[in-house]
């Protein structure tokens, strides 16, 4: 058990979490800090607020190490819906435009697939925790406000179809920190010859660890009740 202070625990460990769909990561880290009393807590890289998956958590000691875990490779699987175009480039986000769905096969899809594969650089969406001015991109992106973006270069290391439908695509992808799948997703499209959204994602790895590892904020709380410490 860890010593108690007034601010907490000190408490040490690394907890992966598998993140629910409507919360943001700091929602969740603030949850598993309040669980284990922690002084201290942080996460290894924000999930959208839409996503799930891979979410891990550094308590006390461990977060010296949550940098390095931020700056490790990640995997998701993520779902694009074709035809439609949203503000933040998901579905929790307003339609902003439409556009026809070209009829295409598998073999469209994975012909274009190898472009969007190795170093690339990608202009961070409006809809993003970067900052401008000491402000969230997002919340700027909420009033309307647009800025100017760099570019930032990022590496896809693997892209593998993983189903298709007339409408929307599945993707498996591998790929460094910094890297923006909403925004992959919607140049895919584009290249597709129409527009898209996502409209699922999910962390299966970061960092080493993998989504058989994590554990729910539900089973969290069920081992609280039965006195972890």
């Known amino acids: 058990m860890g010593r108690r202070n007034k601010k907490g625990r000190d408490i040490t460990g690394i907890i992966i979490i598998d993140k629910p769909t409507g919360r943001s990561s700091n929602h969740v880290l603030q949850q598993v800090k309040r669980l284990f009393d ?25 977060t010296k190490v949550s940098s390095y875990l931020l700056d490790a490779d990640k995997q998701y699987h993520v779902t694009c819906r074709l035809g439609t175009v949203t503000d933040s480039g998901d579905s929790d986000g307003e ?7 070209p009829e295409f ?22 809809f993003s925790a970067l900052k401008h001015q000491g402000q969230p991109l997002y919340k700027l992106a909420r009033q309307g406000i647009e800025v100017e973006r760099k570019s930032r270069r990022i590496t896809i290391y693997d892209i ?3 189903a298709i439908t007339a ?48 554990i729910s904020i539900e089973q969290l709380l069920a081992s609280a009740e039965n006195g972890i410490s």
């Open 167 to 214: 409408d929307s695509f599945t993707l498996d992808v591998r790929c460094s920190k910094g890297t923006y799948i909403r925004t992959l997703v919607e140049e895919i499209s584009d290249a597709l010859g129409s527009a898209g959204h996502v409209i699922m994602l999910r962390r299966v790895a970061a960092a080493g660890y993998i989504e058989q590892q994590a």
């Open 160 to 162: 593998k179809l993983l």
């Open 95 to 101: 339609v902003v435009s439409t556009s026809d769905i």
């Open 105 to 126: 096969t598998e073999h469209d899809v994975l012909a274009l697939l190898p472009s969007f594969i190795g170093e690339l650089d990608q202009v961070p969406p409006m």
């Open 38 to 62: 922690a002084n201290k807590a942080g996460h290894t890289g924000s999930l959208d607020p839409l996503a799930t998956g891979v979410l891990p958590v550094c308590l006390g000691e461990a």
